[in-house]
């Protein structure tokens, strides 16, 4: 281990300083030498025990002696021994019974305090069976005792600090047991006793030569910088390895961070952004990117209805007009339309929206050319929920518009997600299905760390679509599978965790 | 998505090699199909069809007669289908329609098969076309139900017929006794899962041969005995019925060109409807009734971005299986017969586009400059999460379907102007919320452990119904915050709310406000702009009390989009 003779914490410091080589230590030593409390000392041997700058020399039993109740009512009036003799001495003879009266102290005690004064012939009975004092003063047994219980108010006393004739006297007035009736306590303590080890001689002699007190300034204080007083001592060094205290910082949800960045990176690439309301329209939700109505496209996303309100009032004209030419015979886009009576009650069900594509056809009736446009918009899909599927997530939609945008460009758009959204340098195009884009282009890239995966799905609007709603240049369409990229960012593998209430989760969370 | 199973032997034999997994996985994208997975030890590759509209896809045959031409091997050509112009003989093979079915199940096509014996591959791959026929494209038999029948047991004429359900009866198949056309709905499990098609009808769909002998109960279940098709089996007879003529024909040329490539030779059947139909009253199947199709090559280039000639395109396109010829700048192309995908000449593009490789597109850059540009409120929110954060808060998301015992019940408030779903997959996803304030309240029930104090918020959407609006919903952007410690209520938040509206730069004003969520006396609302933009107050004890919380809250919400 190593140790820094400036991390030594004061106590530490004193103690170490005090001990000289070869001399043995105790805790009672500390206290009495350096004004240590109790607990402080005992502090500062655990530590310096375990840093191995002392070891356990040996251990001895002391003997103490401790005041008890009894012992602190004789202290403070007297012991009843002093007391009558007291009493007779200035009013001359009288009965026990009439002692103990006026003393306040039962006939039991008043009789055994004259019964050891008598003995020792300072107290008499006269014929009128009166108490009598004999002797000018008390015994010195008394008088010893009467120093004791003195000494024993200011604390604990320590047999080894008393001489023999007071041990003697004090033997008599104590007790292990029982003590309650007799004026002290026996205690016996195990004390341990420490020596310096070579280690913490080197330590001492370290402390020395640093010129290290104890006494160093902890804290800065106002006052110092006010009086200056900062100029005349040291600052203890702290331990700069302890462990710091947690603290709860107000953040940013990483999820969210994750979803600000790719916000931040497509308005970076040209991108505007676009959103909209969570309840949709069947028309919106599907008639406008010509899934019919009642085809089995619409298999693909089983959606939520709304109960109430059911049906939006109207949907946008010329849009349903048009739209609904384009399923039934193709309007005029070139189409041959899909051959069945478009149902426009059906198409104002309202819906909760379950693809951000919606926004992206809404987009086209109000889109300048050329644009690019995206969204990152909350969906719902009528699914189970588990660790693949959550009842509402984020999709990632775009567009871009323009006279000249063809499948190259398309290609184009998808290279450039793949290595500024992902990372990743190697793209893979194969055909793809959506009922909304001809052609359809799924991307596959390689991830850096998730290997080759799916990326986004994209193509170019079929005409039934973007011509319907007003556009006339080809509109690239697209959608990135952002959410396997934020796991991955985020270190988590359940698709429910992105959205869990759990704050201790939330707050210890972070991105990679 | 329908999936299919292949024996990876057949699949490879016919093909005319064997290739790698990787080797496959690329061949299939040719198809818009996936390697799904594979059964080893019983050699069969579980593959994924991802074309809705290719539902001749959807079997063995089909996926190797697009992967063979992909290869360059010449596609057959199909001589067995009548057309507008010419018409096959068919005999005595012939189907007569019911006029009562007009307003029920109107239609049935059929043909047979002849010249082999049914192999077990064969019946198979017959099974699971038909399944994934009549599920994907047919919709679950409502549109679209199939049946095959031994031929050979079987006199013309067909009848298809309209029938009474109780007086008619026979033996289904998988049963061993008669049952009548209600006990069959009601007793068998097909009639359990399908019931539903006919139920509602006062006659029933039937089809019996000239003796009566009974084919089938459509679409519904065959006949235990004329129904039951077994492998050695050397003719067939196959029905399709359903609602949409067209889709019956397509649906009857795809699986004749499945058998007709497994070998079996094709006999046509003439239908003879009571009513007009868009092919008139007599209708003989297999029938092709597909138009040509054109593209000019100028849309090709200009879609594809690649200066293809015809004969590039025209190669690319017989790759797919499909023959075209060029004439003035355009393409002109024979839709197969198994195929009724040609909508739009953007639907030729993709497939000269997919003949001719997706690795000969070079991709390219947009060229032209577009500002790039977040929504107000997205620019307003990150302002107000800024300011949220420096003041100690935890940025929160959450899912916004909930139930009604966390947005209504718990919240003690009444369920007015909640958005609530029709078709709740649980109750736990019933509603939109409304408020951002349960999503707080439940982090705050769930994470008494988590070290206080707890300082939450989320910016995100809540919708409700809203009748000012043609839609009838508003969907708003909110912030909410919470605020769970000892010692702290109204007085902080009303600090963080001065703090936070003087740093968004909104002058406000408070509004004293009894509302069941709060504490009453310790709410208020926030008035911008003469218009409420949000409240805030101590969370009332019984509402914590409902969530379980032991730790007092205070909450605000705000409508970003009214301080915008």
Known sequence: MDIDVRNLHPLEVKVLLHIGPGDEITAQSVIESLGFNIGQCNQAFSWLEAKGFLAEHSRKTRTYYELTELGSSYAEAGLPAERIFTLVRNQGPMTLPEAAGQLGISSKDAGSAYGQLAKMRVLGMDDEKRVTALSESLPDEVRTARDLLNKGTEGLIEEASLGEHERWIMHAISKKRGAAAAPFRTLERDEVIYTLTDLGKKFVQELVSREITGDEYGELTQEMLAKGTWKHQQFRSYNVHIPPARIIPGRRNPYNAYLTWVKDKLVSLGFEEFDGPLVETEFWNGDALFMPQFHSARDIHDVYYVKNPSHAAYIDQPYLDQVAAAHEHGWTTGSRGWGYAFDRNFTRRQVLRSQGTVLSAKTLPIAKVPSKYFGIVRCFRYDQVDATHGADFYQTEGIVLGEKVNLRTLLGLLKMFAEEVAGAQE??????????????????????????????????????????????????????????????HLGLNDLRELFTPDIERVRLRRGK | MPKIEVVAENLYRTLGKRLTDSELESLLTAAKAELDGKDEEAGILKIELNDTNRPDLWSTAGLVRQLSGYLGRDVRCYDFFSTSEEVFETGERVVTVDPDLLDTRPYIVAFAVSGKAVDEPTLMDLIQTQEKLCWNYGRKRSAIAMGVYRSDLITYPVRYVAADPLKTSFIPLQSDRELNLVEVLDQTPKGQEFGHIVRDFTKYPFITDDNGKVLSFPPIINSAEVGAVQVGDNRLFIELTGTELKALIHTASIVACDLADDGFTIEPVKIIYPYDTEFGRELVIPYYFQSPAAVSMKDVCKLLGAALSPDEALAALRRMGVFGLHDSGSIYVTVPEYRNDFLHPVDIIEDIMIGHGMDRFEPEMPDFFTPGRLTAEEEFSRKAKEIMIGMGYQEMMYNYLGSARDFIHRMMVSSEGFIQVENPMSENYEYVRKSIIPSLLQSEAVSSNAVYPHRIFEIGKAAYADGSEPSGTSTKNYLAFLQAERGSGFNQIASQISGLLYYLSREYSLKDVQDSRFIPGRAAEVICAGKTAGIFGEVHPQVLENWGIQMPCSVCEIDLDLLL
Do not use: N, Q
């Open chain 1, 427 to 488: 793209v893979k195009y194969v055909p793809g299905y959506f009922p909304f884009t001809e052609p359809s282009i799924e991307v596959h890239i390689k991830h850096p760390k998730l290997g080759w995966f799916e990326l986004g799905g994209s193509g170019i609007f079929r005409p039934e679509v973007s011509k319907s709603l007003g556009v006339d240049v080809p509109v690239l369409a697209w959608g990135l599978g952002i959410d396997r990229m934020a796991l991955m």
